[in-house]
């Protein structure tokens, strides 16, 4: 049974950043694809980015692309989501997810609790 958490959400200023934590347990962290979503309020939730089992293939949102960076640690059993550039409409709960067979959005069968992230003045 994996258990995925979510750390490192805050308040931060427009033009700042943040790094998203996604520490999992229960099993190999390598055997699964990782993915970012986030959920404003009155939107639904929305695919951010994703990584694959071993790292080396990534995907992102157009709205991120080139701002937001997602890295995995294998050995450290984490995931992160580095957010650079970040605007008002950035802010929303951020979730990590799994996925057994490919990454694409509908890929997911298990996230975790979220945190939230708010970009104000």
């Known amino acids: 049974q994996v258990q995925l958490v979510e750390s490192g959400g805050g308040l931060v200023q427009p033009g700042g950043s943040l790094r998203l934590s996604c520490a999992a347990s229960?099993?190999?962290?390598?055997?699964?694809?990782v993915g970012w979503f986030r959920q404003a309020p009155g939107k639904e939730r929305e695919f951010v980015a994703a990584i694959n089992l071993s790292g080396d293939n990534t995907v992102y949102a157009n709205s991120v692309k080139g701002r937001f960076t997602i890295s995995r640690d294998n050995p450290r059993n984490t995931a992160y989501l580095q957010m650079d550039i970040l605007t008002p409409e950035d802010t929303a709960v951020y979730y990590c997810?799994?996925?057994?067979?490919?990454?694409?959005?509908?890929?997911?069968?298990?996230w975790g609790q979220g945190t939230q992230v708010t970009v104000s003045s």
């Open positions: 997810a799994k996925a057994e067979y490919g990454m694409g959005p509908g890929a997911y069968d298990y």
């Open positions: 229960g099993r190999t962290f390598g055997t699964y694809a």
